[in-house]
């Protein structure tokens, strides 16, 4: 029987590397993007050998009207991925409510609005499972990244709450919180600064995005059965 898979921000370094780690185990993907044209296109052709469907749904998850362009696209539904993000950076001091607004959006209320209209799919199947894309900072907190520490510690207590509301209907939720990702979020930072935040890392590198992806399949496996209403770190030693 297929098996289909929600993934926003599929158009993201995590979204696009979870996307092809599902659609190489025999998921059929709903790949959300917003404004990345060309990287979703890359994606779609990228994913044709793998023989899944694939059905791309364009919206805008920070403003509310997103998620009932998105919601009104599902049909058979078996998983969630949700990968939408963004980091603003600098002094909450000088933060605008616009950037605020949006970021309480696109973090916090669309998961929550898709994931409750959602659910009725979810719960038909014996089993289903919705992994949340959260960060280290939504469980230590950072400087200069005030409101979306706020908005990722919000995603992992959203992840802790309703995993214990819905087990009993068989559906599973977890979150990942990576720690630094080779991604397009950290390409603000100077080549001496990721040196500097490596030095920090005990592992000593940056994570791959493949590396989140990883962690994501393991998390929709039947290896990971038993698990529901956790955090997984994957952040190289960096928080403990």
């Not at 469980?139 to 908005?151: D, F, H, K, L, P």
């Not at 309703?162 to 991604?183: D, F, I, Q, Y």
């Not at 950290?186 to 994570?207: C, T």
Request: proline residues 3%; hydrophobic residues 40%.
């Amino acid at each position: 029987m297929k098996k289909f898979a929600l993934i926003t921000g599929a158009s993201g370094g995590i979204g696009a590397a979870t996307a092809m780690r599902l659609a190489s185990e025999g998921w059929n993907l709903y790949l959300h993007y917003h404004s990345n044209e060309k990287r979703i296109s890359e994606l779609l052709t990228d994913l044709t050998k793998f023989k899944v469907e694939i059905i791309p749904i364009k919206a805008d998850l920070s403003v509310e009207s997103g998620c009932e362009q998105i919601i009104g696209n599902i049909f058979q539904l078996d998983a969630i991925v949700y990968s939408s993000g963004n980091a603003p950076f600098g002094l909450f001091s000088d933060l605008e409510d616009e950037t605020m607004d949006n970021a309480i959006q696109l973090h916090v209320k669309s998961p929550l609005i898709l994931i409750r209209n959602l659910l009725p799919k979810l719960m038909r199947n014996t089993i289903s499972q919705i992994v949340i894309i959260s960060s280290l900072w939504g469980q230590t907190g950072a400087a200069c990244e005030v409101i979306y520490s706020t908005v990722k510690g919000a995603q992992i207590s959203f992840t802790k709450a309703l995993s214990k509301e819905v087990a009993r209907s068989g559906v599973r939720v977890n979150c990942v919180a990576p720690g630094a990702v080779n991604t397009g979020m950290l390409h603000r930072f100077s080549k001496e600064e990721l040196e500097s935040l490596e030095e920090e890392i005990p592992l000593g590198r940056l994570a791959e995005p493949e590396e989140i992806a990883d962690t994501v399949s393991f998390l929709l496996s039947p290896k990971a059965s038993y698990i529901t209403g956790q955090v997984i770190a994957v952040n190289g030693g960096w928080y403990t």
